[in-house]
């Protein structure tokens, strides 16, 4: 299942970045198809990573501290998994920067130098280095929680994996006007709110489907945060893409959602959370009561479909934040 969603994202993440790849002009250099190809698949493999921690970090407050006879042995694989892909989080942070650092110097190989350079001057350099920061922090607590078990509160690690999501954001499209700090948190909200439905989803279904006395107790949470989850994502993507769009000078509404990448690609990741509705319903409405009354269901194969969708909209993202807006 998380093969699915990763194998999803990367596909999406490359077809839109090539939607979106602008033409060569004539006596200006462009990346190499190393960069254009490797930075896609990086950033979201970043996101994958990150989506990851989140979800495996959310897990142990889902199950509770009641019944440690039945939880323990789904934590103890469940913890060493969160530290792997923390390391991995930090590591496509870090390889991020330097395929950036290509970007902006096309026909050279990234030296130190330049690379110090562009974290020291521009913004998403500065927020991939803070995430990564973030995703080694993730890291560490969750060695001492490898070690001392659930005595690491799980509060903490579902703190600095949310905290290390926060500057994301600042590698998409920057808004110059009197709304940039509205839509930037706008923008964070949706950024939280999809790692934690989606590693939420991923997490629960991937240890806990074949658990079924641990996945009653733990799917009716999970559906009442995904609830919520959803409603954040779906509200702050219209209101950071429309916004972004609106408050871009010389681009002009409603026109530009259909003739610009940008517009496109906002309606193609509408498209997709919006079919993501009535998967989730189904697992909420019909097989969670089943699950509860301790019935089989097909959980697996409507999360995986849900997944796979989220995985899509996921590739779409990365290519939204690197697509032109007018």
Same mark, same amino acid.
């Given at each position: 299942? *998380?093969? @699915? ?7 999406? !993440?490359?077809? @839109? ?6 033409? *060569? ?20 493999? =970043?996101?994958? &990573? ?7 970090? =959310? ?27 923390? +390391? ?16 902006? /110097?096309?026909? *050279? ?5 330049? $690379?110090?350079?562009?974290?020291? /001057? ?14 080694? &922090? &993730?890291?560490? $607590?969750?060695?001492? &929680? ?29 808004? /110059?006007?009197? +709304? ?15 790692? *934690? +439905? ?25 559906s009442r945060m995904a609830t919520v989850c959803l409603l954040l994502v779906a509200l702050s993507g219209l209101v950071t893409g429309l916004g972004t769009m609106a408050l871009t000078p010389g681009v002009t509404l409603p026109g530009a959602i259909v003739t610009s990448h940008y517009g496109v690609l906002v309606i193609v990741k509408t498209a997709l959370v919006a079919l993501l509705v009535p998967l989730a319903a189904h697992i909420r409405f ?15 194969? +409507? ?9 899509? !909209? ?5 290519? $939204?934040?690197? @697509?032109? $807006?007018?």
């Open positions: 299942m *998380a093969g @699915a969603f990763g194998v999803c994202a990367v596909v999406a !993440a490359v077809a @839109a970045s090539s939607f979106t790849a602008q033409e *060569a002009v004539p006596g200006i250099p462009m990346p190499g198809p190393v960069v254009s190809v490797g930075l896609p698949i990086v950033r979201v493999l =970043l996101d994958v &990573a990150a989506v990851a921690v989140v979800g495996l970090s =959310l897990l142990p407050k889902l199950l509770g501290f009641k019944m440690p006879e039945h939880t323990e042995p789904v934590m103890v694989r469940v913890r060493p998994l969160a530290v792997l892909a923390a +390391w991995a989080w930090a590591i496509c942070a870090l390889v991020t920067i330097v395929f950036q650092t290509a970007e902006l /110097n096309p026909g *050279a190989v990234p030296t130190f130098g330049m $690379i110090a350079s562009y974290v020291g /001057n521009v913004g998403t350099g500065q927020g991939l280095l803070f995430s990564a920061a973030c995703a080694l &922090a &993730a890291a560490g $607590i969750g060695l001492m &929680a490898v070690r001392f078990g659930e005595k690491v509160p799980a509060e903490l690690r579902i703190i600095v994996a949310l905290f290390g999501l926060l500057p994301i954001p600042v590698t998409g499209h920057a808004v /110059n006007s009197v +709304w940039h700090d509205p839509i930037m948190i706008s923008m964070e909200i949706h950024v939280m709110g999809a790692a *934690a +439905w989606t590693g939420g989803l991923l997490a629960t279904v991937v240890f806990l489907a074949p658990h079924s006395s641990l996945l009653a107790v733990v799917l009716p949470k999970f019909r097989l969670l009561p089943v699950i509860r009354r301790g019935g089989a269901t097909a959980l697996a194969s +409507w999360a995986v479909a849900e997944v796979g969708i989220m995985g899509l !909209a996921y590739g779409v993202a990365v290519a $939204i934040t690197r @697509a032109s $807006i007018a």
